[in-house]
């Protein structure tokens, strides 16, 4: 039999092998999406901002029913595997859609986006519940910016390689974007493959799992209230300008494949080289004041964007940015681990990822239809001013935490 600190190993091992697969997916299929639409299948705005919003909506209803899958599950590991699969037969869909007639090519494309989050909000919520119960709290800090900065190098490098290959082509030849996504589906069965090698401990059928429901009763838990209502302020104000970011590099700064690589590699060697420091920061501050500091850093990518159309500049920009992306993605996951009972986590996870759905759907729509009313620039300085308020939530969030934790030693001792 393997030593807790073995299998701990092994674990870690395979969930580094499993992001590493699915970055690559994501950084040859998602990435090039907006592109892809644009270029290839001529998408409205309205139709690029859906690429943003519809998979939110679907994965609402996903979490809801996943919900009630995982309150019926032993193990959570061939859930989530067979979830991978099926959301990456999606872009085998993909592959097909410009055999399509043109009157239908875009709107296929936004539909299969847009379902394709069905199995892959499975996926996602079994998986956080999953990771969750295998890391312990003591190694989450320093195992997810590491492995967050280590995924993140495989999708620079993926990125890179895609962006110069694009540059050989003309951007509105549909032929590299399908041998993309053939290539991710080919990735995608390896994710589902090292997934399965996890060493899932198996749980007893008990009154806890009973207790593993709809998930109503963690709206009684304060702090996951607090960070409920920080966290989709601040997913609201960063997810309404995500349309229009692409909108603006391909439409106004006329942003080839090339280019798009470009501003994404800086965006992840900016991650890469922030992970471990942010890791390391809320070791020491907390994930809360931390992510009072990364809204902030987050509030001024849509601001700088609208000085300038060059590409060198927005490509600095992107670098800076993404200098406080890595430390949006690993806190909020912390501080959402954090905010959870073990009991039953997949509860709060299932809750959490249910609203931030509905926030993906209209935040993205809010951002094109303010751009439709008034003008880019307008639509990305509100989202700016947004995500600095949402600093200030977060700096009260990090108070109340503190005054939660400076309480509870003399619960204990009264007990």
Same mark, same amino acid.
């Given at each position: 039999?393997?030593k807790?600190?073995?299998?701990l190993?092994w674990?870690e091992?395979?969930?580094?092998?499993n992001?590493?697969?699915?970055?690559?997916v994501?950084?040859?299929?998602?990435?090039?999406?907006?592109l892809f639409?644009?270029?290839?299948?001529?998408?409205?705005?309205?139709?690029?901002?859906?690429?943003?919003?519809?998979p939110?909506?679907?994965?609402?209803?996903?979490?809801i029913i996943?919900t009630?899958?995982?309150?019926? %599950?032993?193990? +959570?590991?061939k859930f989530t595997? @067979?979830?991978? !699969? /099926?959301?990456?037969? &999606?872009?085998?869909?993909?592959?097909i859609?410009?055999y399509?007639?043109?009157?239908l090519?875009?709107?296929t494309f936004v539909?299969?986006?847009g379902?394709m989050n069905l199995?892959g909000?499975?996926?996602?919520?079994?998986?956080?519940?999953?990771?969750g119960?295998l890391?312990?709290?003591n190694r989450?800090?320093?195992?997810f910016?590491?492995?967050?900065?280590?995924?993140t190098?495989a999708?620079m490098?993926?990125t890179l390689?895609?962006g110069?290959t694009?540059? %050989?082509?003309? +951007?509105?030849?549909p032929?590299p @974007?399908q041998? !993309? /996504?053939?290539?991710? &589906?080919?990735?995608g069965?390896l994710?589902?493959?090292f997934?399965n090698r996890?060493?899932?401990?198996?749980k007893?059928?008990?009154?806890?799992?009973r207790?593993?429901?709809?998930?109503?009763?963690?709206?009684?838990?304060k702090p996951?209230?607090y960070f409920l209502?920080c966290g989709?302020?601040?997913n609201?104000a960063?997810?309404?300008?995500?349309?229009?970011?692409?909108?603006y590099?391909?439409?106004?700064a006329?942003m080839?494949?090339f280019?798009?690589?470009?501003?994404?590699?800086?965006?992840?060697?900016?991650?890469?080289?922030?992970f471990?420091?942010?890791?390391r920061?809320a070791?020491?501050?907390?994930?809360?004041k931390?992510?009072?500091i990364?809204?902030?850093?987050?509030a001024?990518?849509p601001?700088?964007?609208?000085?300038?159309?060059?590409?060198?500049?927005l490509t600095?920009?992107?670098?800076?940015?993404?200098?406080?992306?890595?430390g949006t993605v690993l806190?909020?996951f912390?501080q959402?681990?954090e905010?959870?009972?073990?009991?039953?986590?997949?509860?709060?996870i299932a809750?959490?990822n249910?609203l931030?759905?509905?926030?993906?759907?209209?935040?993205?729509q809010?951002?094109?239809?303010l751009l439709e009313l008034?003008?880019?620039?307008?639509?990305?300085?509100?989202s700016s001013v947004?995500?600095?308020l949402?600093?200030?939530?977060?700096?009260l969030?990090?108070y109340?935490?503190?005054k939660?934790q400076?309480?509870?030693p003399?619960?204990?001792?009264?007990?």
């Open positions: 039999m393997q807790p600190s073995e299998v190993q674990n091992r395979n969930s580094v092998i992001g590493v697969a699915s970055t690559v994501l950084s040859m299929s998602n990435n090039y999406f907006a639409a644009i270029s290839v299948l001529g998408a409205t705005n309205y139709q690029v901002g859906l690429i943003s919003s519809l939110q909506i679907v994965g609402m209803f996903a979490m996943g009630f899958i995982m309150a019926g %599950l032993k193990e +959570k590991k595997s @067979y979830s991978i !699969l /099926f959301t990456r037969i &999606f872009l085998l869909g993909m592959f859609v410009v399509l007639p043109p009157e090519r875009a709107w539909i299969l986006v379902l199995p909000s499975f996926a996602m919520l079994s998986w956080q519940s999953f990771i119960d890391i312990p709290d989450r800090s320093g195992f910016s590491e492995r967050n900065r280590i995924l190098l999708g490098v993926t390689l895609i110069v694009l540059q %050989l082509f003309d +951007k509105s030849n032929h @974007y041998a !993309l /996504f053939i290539l991710a &589906f080919g990735f069965i994710e589902a493959f997934l996890h060493i899932e401990p198996k007893e059928n008990n009154i806890e799992k207790k593993f429901s709809a998930g109503w009763d963690v709206y009684r838990h996951f209230i209502i989709l302020f601040f609201f960063w997810q309404m300008a995500w349309p229009l970011f692409n909108i590099n391909i439409k106004y006329h080839t494949g280019w798009i690589s470009i501003i994404t590699v800086a965006n992840q060697i900016g991650q890469i080289i922030s471990k420091w942010w890791g920061m070791d020491r501050h907390s994930n809360a931390m992510l009072a990364t809204a902030i850093g987050m001024t990518a601001f700088l964007t609208m000085l300038s159309t060059n590409m060198m500049y600095l920009v992107n670098l800076s940015s993404g200098l406080f992306v890595s806190l909020l912390n959402l681990l905010v959870t009972k073990e009991r039953n986590r997949g509860s709060y809750q959490y249910i931030l759905a509905i926030v993906g759907f209209i935040a993205p809010l951002g094109v239809f008034s003008s880019i620039e307008t639509a990305m300085n509100i947004l995500r600095a949402s600093g200030a939530g977060f700096l969030f990090f109340f935490m503190k939660q400076r309480h509870t003399q619960i204990v001792v009264q007990r």
